[in-house]
C-alpha cells in the first residue's frame, strides 16, 4: 500500500470511531426506551430509527447539509457554542456515517436489552439498590454483548459509508475522503483501477473482520454471562 492510500486508511478509521463513539450513547438511550418503554409516538420513533436505512442515502446526505450545514440551525448553534464545524470537514463525514449506522447499533442492543431478566434487576432492588445501581451493576452488563456487537457493526456500517457523505461534505482528499469516496474516485481515472481493486480487497476483509468480530464478541460475552449464573 502507498502512503496516499494508508492515510485514506487511517482517515476512515477516525471517521468511523469518531461516529461509533458519539452514536452509542444515544443509540443506548433509544434501544432502551423502545425496549422497556411503552409510550404514544413509540412506533414513529421505531420508524424514525429505521428511516435511514430505507431512505436514499444521498436524501439523508442533503438533510445533515440543510440543518448542519454552515447556514443551517444546527450547524450555526454547535459552531457558536463549541466552535465546531461540520460542512466539509472530517467531523461532517463522522456525522453522516454516525447517523446511516445508527440503526445498525439500535438494534442489537434493543435485543439485548428486551433479553435481559428483569426479575433480576427487581431482586437487586428489592436488595436495597437504587435505579443506577441496578442498571449499571445488573443491566449493563447483561446488555454489554448487544452493546459491543451493535458498536462493531455500526463502524463496519461507517467505513463503508458514502452516500450521505459525498452529499454532505463532498470528496476531499485529506480531509473527508475515506474508503468508499477513493474508491469511487478512482474509478473515474483510467489508471485508477489497480488502486481501486486494492481498496476494494480492503474494504471486503475490513467489513468480513467486523461483521465476524461481532459475532464472536456477542457469543464470548453471552457465553461468559452464561456461566457466572447459577
Known sequence: MSGV????LLLSAKVALAAIAFSLVPAFAVAWLLARRRFAGRALL??????????PPVVTGFALLLLFGARGPLGQLFENLFGLTFAFRWTGAALAAGVMAFPLIVRPIRLSLEAVDQGLEEAAATLGADRMVVFLTVTLPLALPGLLAGAVLGFAKALGEFGATITFVSNIPGETQ???LAIYALLQSPEGDAAALRLILLSIVLALGAVLASEWVARSLAKRLNDGNP
Request: proline share 6%; aromatic share 0%.
Open 5 to 8: 492510500e494508508i492515510d485514506i
Open 46 to 55: 421505531e420508524g424514525l430509527v429505521a428511516l435511514p436505512l430505507v431512505l
Open 178 to 180: 475515506t474508503l468508499s
